[in-house]
């Protein structure tokens, strides 16, 4: 397995603070959901700026220091494996990239292929296939086409993952401040700021088919015209009804989606609006086993032969700290 935020992706570099936190977050749950599935030998790679800070105990570690080629090492490992779950942030093809490198390597791909990563990692592409489902979504247009308009808006990379690169636009003069930092503003969408409760579906998808593990509330602070993603907590909704049909509906406008997904949601009185489709795995994965009982990577291998096993053990909301609040 490669979580690339701390698997080597910036070992020429230091380590990015609230992505490395949830990287580190999110490559330790899913080492302990594959540890505690008999036969599974997990072979993890770690860049050595986090050496001892992640429980590797019992696990094939390969360290990645600034002296090594992330892909190159990636591509060596992956071929020595029978199968390979690659986590990493859509933005500049990373992901697609790690996806395709499986694919080529014979080996079996535990997430999405990379023709879903294509889709769905960008943003403009996926409002465009939601409208064509019918699927309610959030207004957008390429900036490089945006004309300002009065009201709120956000700016945001059209591969950003997170909130990276993601400028809240309040007046006239955001618009002129961000307009000129933006050099090739193809590379961003346009959207109005919807006011409203931002809460993500953890799924599974297979073939047209869609499982909803939980519903989970995302909390942010606005810092400096940024959303800063602070806590995540998972299993937060334990009624299901209102999104089994919007998660059947995404599987099948979204059939190449395979394996874990996170939906990133804004909820209005009137209206659940899908506002990003994450083909990999995300921050609310780490709380899924804990809240639900749940090992999220035994039924992704289910998935393989068959359907998974979604029934929860237990029901407790779990709240995940990506960072700590400047207002606390």
Same mark, same amino acid.
């Given at each position: 397995?490669?979580?690339?935020?701390?698997?080597?992706?910036f070992?020429?570099?230091?380590?990015?603070?609230?992505?490395?936190?949830?990287?580190?977050?999110?490559?330790?749950?899913?080492?302990?959901?594959?540890?505690?599935?008999?036969?599974i030998?997990?072979v993890v790679?770690? &860049?050595?700026q986090l050496?001892? +800070?992640v429980?590797?105990?019992?696990?094939?570690?390969?360290i990645?220091?600034?002296?090594?080629?992330v892909i190159?090492?990636? #591509?060596?490992?992956?071929?020595?494996?029978?199968?390979?779950?690659?986590?990493?942030?859509? @933005?500049?093809?990373?992901?697609?990239?790690?996806?395709?490198?499986? &694919?080529?390597?014979?080996?079996?791909l535990?997430?999405?292929?990379? +023709?879903?990563?294509a889709?769905?990692?960008?943003?403009?592409?996926?409002y465009e296939?939601?409208?064509?489902?019918?699927i309610?979504?959030?207004?957008?247009?390429?900036? *490089?086409?945006?004309e300002y308009?009065?009201?709120?808006?956000?700016?945001?990379s059209i591969?950003?993952?997170?909130?990276?690169?993601?400028?809240?636009?309040? &007046?006239?003069?955001?618009?002129?401040a961000?307009?000129?930092?933006?050099? &090739?503003?193809t590379? @961003?969408?346009?959207?109005?700021?919807?006011q409203?409760e931002?809460?993500?579906?953890?799924?599974l998808?297979?073939?047209?088919?869609?499982?909803?593990?939980c519903v989970n509330?995302?909390r942010f602070e606005i810092?400096?015209?940024?959303y800063?993603?602070?806590?995540?907590?998972?299993?937060?909704?334990?009624d @299901?009804?209102?999104?089994?049909?919007?998660?059947?509906?995404?599987?099948?406008? @979204?059939?190449?989606?395979?394996?874990?997904?996170?939906? *990133?949601?804004?909820e #209005?009185?009137?209206?659940?609006?899908v506002?990003e489709?994450?083909?990999r795995?995300?921050?609310?994965?780490?709380?899924?086993?804990?809240?639900?009982?749940?090992?999220?990577?035994?039924?992704?291998?289910?998935?393989?032969n068959?359907?998974?096993?979604?029934?929860?053990?237990?029901?407790?909301s779990?709240a995940?700290?990506?960072?700590e +609040?400047?207002?606390?």
């Amino acid at each position: 397995m490669f979580e690339y935020i701390t698997g080597g992706g910036f070992n020429k570099q230091a380590l990015p603070g609230s992505l490395a936190r949830e990287g580190r977050l999110m490559l330790q749950a899913l080492l302990d959901n594959l540890t505690a599935i008999d036969g599974i030998e997990p072979v993890v790679m770690l &860049d050595e700026q986090l050496a001892g +800070s992640v429980n590797t105990v019992g696990k094939s570690t390969v360290i990645i220091g600034p002296e090594h080629d992330v892909i190159e090492e990636f #591509t060596r490992l992956a071929g020595q494996c029978d199968a390979v779950w690659p986590v990493a942030p859509e @933005f500049d093809g990373i992901l697609q990239a790690l996806c395709q490198t499986v &694919d080529l390597s014979g080996r079996i791909l535990l997430t999405s292929p990379a +023709s879903a990563v294509a889709m769905t990692g960008n943003k403009l592409r996926t409002y465009e296939r939601l409208m064509q489902h019918d699927i309610a979504t959030i207004a957008t247009y390429s900036f *490089d086409t945006a004309e300002y308009r009065s009201g709120e808006w956000i700016v945001k990379s059209i591969d950003g993952a997170g909130c990276a690169e993601s400028y809240l636009i309040e &007046d006239r003069q955001d618009f002129a401040a961000i307009s000129s930092q933006s050099q &090739d503003k193809t590379r @961003f969408i346009f959207q109005p700021h919807i006011q409203g409760e931002k809460t993500s579906l953890s799924c599974l998808f297979k073939q047209g088919q869609g499982w909803l593990l939980c519903v989970n509330l995302q909390r942010f602070e606005i810092i400096n015209k940024q959303y800063q993603l602070t806590e995540c907590v998972v299993n937060y909704q334990a009624d @299901f009804s209102p999104y089994q049909n919007l998660v059947a509906a995404i599987a099948q406008a @979204f059939p190449e989606l395979w394996g874990y997904a996170g939906i *990133d949601l804004i909820e #209005t009185a009137e209206q659940i609006h899908v506002l990003e489709i994450n083909p990999r795995l995300t921050t609310s994965f780490t709380g899924i086993y804990d809240g639900l009982g749940i090992n999220v990577a035994q039924q992704v291998l289910r998935l393989l032969n068959g359907e998974p096993q979604v029934n929860p053990a237990r029901n407790q909301s779990i709240a995940v700290k990506v960072r700590e +609040s400047d207002a606390a």
